[in-house]
């Protein structure tokens, strides 16, 4: 086994890594802003795509970075030696891996890999970077070098595998899907466009051009062309060995069609003679086209070495400005370069989302909900510029009862009534804008924010997705209305406010908030009818204090009253008819009242409301729910350690404490009710003790998310089907760990709070 070693080379984040291809599950994210994401291994495996219908090579999960054969390859073949794989991907450099001298370099976003072959004489240097502009392409430079002592002969052939098509195809229709490509070659490579797509959409008209462009350093152009895959790699041959490389053909010439295949850009170049310490370069652009770029424009802008380095040149200084901003210096200069990638990690969540890197394998791509105010919350400390217009168009995503828009667009404020049919909300969702609300408030200090006016959202789901509206109509759009067809718009204050309203209400058999759909833990998704979320019922108490305190300060710059939807008024029940938040039964009626009032459309009536009315009535919430979670979710197990319970599971159960199975324990239960101030200082250091206790595993990085509960847990969530030490179930979960450690510190145990971190 080889041991692989990395340090960063300069201040600027660039790394460099010994060996990386002995790494399996090693990948690297290369995206810009116009929607392409790519992803490359030190093999070069990893896809190249912009969204679910539109992938330019074969889509991949992370066992296909070291299972399949089909990667960006480029070979030589050489006279008295055979093939070689720069890449290193031919069927005897993957038997000997050890053979090869292999180094990666990388940095902000770009990706080099240097491969040495001492026996051969020959060095390959190879790399990729997607450009920092809105063309949807990955570029790749290969460099040979001749590091011997006698002139190399050398053929060499890029072999790039084109995909063209759906992700949906990779197992349904992969075979009737090749059959709609049509393949042509041109003077500078292979191009591939389907005549119809088949994914979730319906058969279409497909408009895409999927391109492997090639040019020598000088601009010269391939020489042949092998775009067909079993013309390829020949009867029984492989990608990793392949028959026009390993018994060298010719390959066909420029403006040949070829219908009904599956595609490969393979170029062969003109053959050189290296003499003794001489380099040869070739580029390679690998793209997705629409009906308004042309690849011989690609090739304009990138094929030559020249114009290749001016790319890479300006992709560096533009992520390298992008990450200037925010900048950390600590006694350990080491760490302060690992803290520049951790500011490109939101950048890139925004990119990808949960869907498109090997192992972030979730579905279909998109944000959801929890991401657009997480977001922010990077950009509010990352950009330059005036994010409040962003962060205002949101809003346009809550709907009357509370909930939101699952159904996020590609557009800021854009959402989408539910295509999938899924009747699904998160109990957590209502309170992550008002975090990122305050932040950019405390920022800027623009009070007058909250008194801004946005629309609401409307489909077909209604009483927090629990009813239908039968009358709504997708014609009528998905904005919410008043009973004459007028557009409601409502103050962001009045958003924050039914975000945080309607879970009050909204409560289980212990007073506790519903669980609903999940929690942030999207595995806790089976215990919507009886389960309840004591972890974010603190995070909304919390929630409910900070809003009040905003509503005075609002009052303090001169506003002394707001207007809210008449609708409205009855939540808050201490300015009109207050109810006994301790009876349930109050509570559901009054919800029940105000869900069936705005089950269809608004008056449009508005009510002005005093603002210290308003914060009397949030604090009130607050102190409440403070003082119940104190009394009522403390627990206290048979060896003496205590905490709080995180959650009640869909037989009204609570879930921690002792059990059969052992302890049971959650970190979240903990976090919001140490960050929200509802700990008193002795509950804080007992939770500590406890998390030490039952949470902490160095061997995992720190705290895990929970103890092993040792059962599937039908009634609660799907994640405890998971091994336990993976995803949601019993991980290091990185996010929760950070939110536990911010807890610690404003609760004034630096030290514990330091122990967290340090251990990530």
Not at 19 to 24: G, L, V
Not at 211 to 218: Q, R
Not at 458 to 469: G, I, T, V
Not at 476 to 496: F, K, N, P
Request: glycine share 8%.
């Amino acid at each position: 086994m080889i041991t692989t070693t990395w340090h960063f080379c300069d201040d600027n984040g660039t790394f460099e890594l010994t060996a990386p291809h002995t790494s399996s599950y090693l990948y690297f994210p290369l995206v810009n802003e116009s929607g392409l994401v790519s992803v490359v291994s030190p093999t070069l495996h990893g896809d190249i795509k912009t969204n679910q219908n539109t992938f330019l090579t074969l889509p991949v999960s992370v066992e296909d970075l070291h299972t399949s054969r089909a990667a960006r390859n480029f070979w030589v073949h050489v006279p008295g030696f055979g093939a070689w794989s720069v890449t290193g991907n031919s069927a005897s450099q993957l038997a000997q891996p050890a053979a090869e001298e292999v180094k990666l370099h990388a940095g902000f976003l770009w990706h080099t890999l240097e491969r040495t072959n001492s026996t051969l004489g020959l060095r390959a240097t190879v790399t990729n970077f997607v450009p920092a502009n809105h063309d949807q392409a990955e570029l790749m430079r290969v460099t040979l070098t001749n590091i011997g002592d006698r002139p190399l002969m050398l053929t060499p052939t890029a072999a790039i595998p084109i995909y063209g098509r759906s992700a949906d195809n990779l197992r349904d229709h992969r075979h009737v899907t090749s059959l709609l490509h049509r393949t042509r070659t041109q003077r500078h490579g292979v191009l591939v466009k389907p005549t119809l797509s088949f994914d979730e959409r319906g058969h279409q008209p497909n408009s895409i051009t999927y391109a492997v462009l090639g040019a020598e350093e000088d601009g010269t152009p391939p020489r042949e062309f092998f775009p067909v895959v079993e013309d390829f790699i020949g009867e029984g041959g492989t990608l990793d060995w392949p028959e026009a490389i390993v018994e060298p053909k010719p390959g066909l010439g420029a403006d040949v069609m070829i219908a009904g295949y599956e595609a490969i850009g393979g170029l062969r170049f003109n053959s050189i003679a290296l003499t003794p310490s001489q380099s040869k370069s070739f580029i390679l652009v690998l793209a997705i086209l629409d009906e308004d770029t042309s690849a011989d424009e690609l090739i304009g802008r990138y094929g030559s070495t020249a114009r290749f380095d001016r790319a890479l040149a300006d992709t560096q200084a533009y992520w390298s400005q992008k990450l200037a901003t925010l900048r950390f210096q600590t006694r350990e200069a080491r760490f302060d370069q690992w803290l520049k990638w951790v500011t490109l990690q939101p950048i890139l969540r925004r990119s990808v989302g949960n869907s498109w890197l090997p192992y972030h394998d979730y579905g279909r791509g998109g944000r959801g909900w929890r991401d657009l105010w997480q977001d922010i919350l990077t950009l509010l400390l990352t950009e330059t510029d005036d994010v409040s217009e962003l962060l205002f168009s949101n809003f346009a995503g809550v709907r009357c009862d509370g909930s939101n828009a699952t159904i996020i667009g590609s557009a800021p404020g854009e959402f989408k009534a539910d295509r999938n049919n899924i009747p699904r909300v998160w109990m957590d969702h209502g309170a992550w804008p008002l975090l990122t609300t305050k932040l950019y408030i405390d920022q800027t200090g623009d009070l007058a924010f909250l008194l801004r006016e946005q629309v609401y959202f409307k489909d077909r789901l209604n009483y927090r997705a629990q009813q239908r509206d039968d009358v709504w109509q997708a014609a009528q759009g998905t904005q919410q209305r008043t009973a004459d067809g007028e557009v409601y718009r409502g103050t962001v204050l009045e958003h924050l406010l039914l975000q945080h309203l309607t879970p009050f209400f909204n409560v289980g058999e212990h007073n506790i908030i519903r669980l609903e759909g999940a929690d942030w833990n999207d595995g806790l998704d089976l215990a919507r009818t009886r389960g309840e979320s004591v972890a974010f019922t603190a995070l909304y108490a919390s929630n409910f204090k900070q809003l009040s305190e905003l509503v005075l300060a609002v009052e303090k710059s001169g506003t002394h009253e707001v207007e809210i939807a008449a609708e409205l008024l009855p939540l808050l029940d201490t300015a009109q008819h207050t109810i006994d938040y301790n009876s349930i039964a109050a509570k559901h009626e009054r919800l029940s009242a105000y869900f069936e009032s705005v089950r269809q459309t608004l008056t449009g009536k508005k009510i002005r409301v005093t603002l210290g009315d308003l914060a009397n009535d949030l604090r009130r919430k607050a102190e409440w729910i403070f003082e119940h979670l104190r009394q009522q979710e403390w627990i206290t197990d048979q060896a003496g350690f205590a905490w709080f319970n995180g959650y009640y599971d869909n037989d009204g159960l609570r879930v921690e404490g002792d059990h059969p199975n052992g302890v049971r324990m959650t970190l979240t239960g903990q976090v919001f009710t140490l960050r929200g101030g509802i700990a008193t200082d002795e509950q804080a250091r007992e939770i500590v003790r406890a998390a030490d206790r039952y949470l902490y595993e160095p061997r995992m990085g720190g705290y895990r998310l929970n103890t092993d509960f040792g059962a599937v847990l039908l009634n609660l969530g799907r994640c405890f089907g998971f091994a336990f030490g993976h995803k949601e179930n019993g991980a290091m979960f990185s996010h929760m760990a950070v939110m536990y450690a911010n807890a610690l510190y404003q609760r004034g145990f630096i030290v514990e709070g330091f122990k967290v971190l340090n251990e990530l």
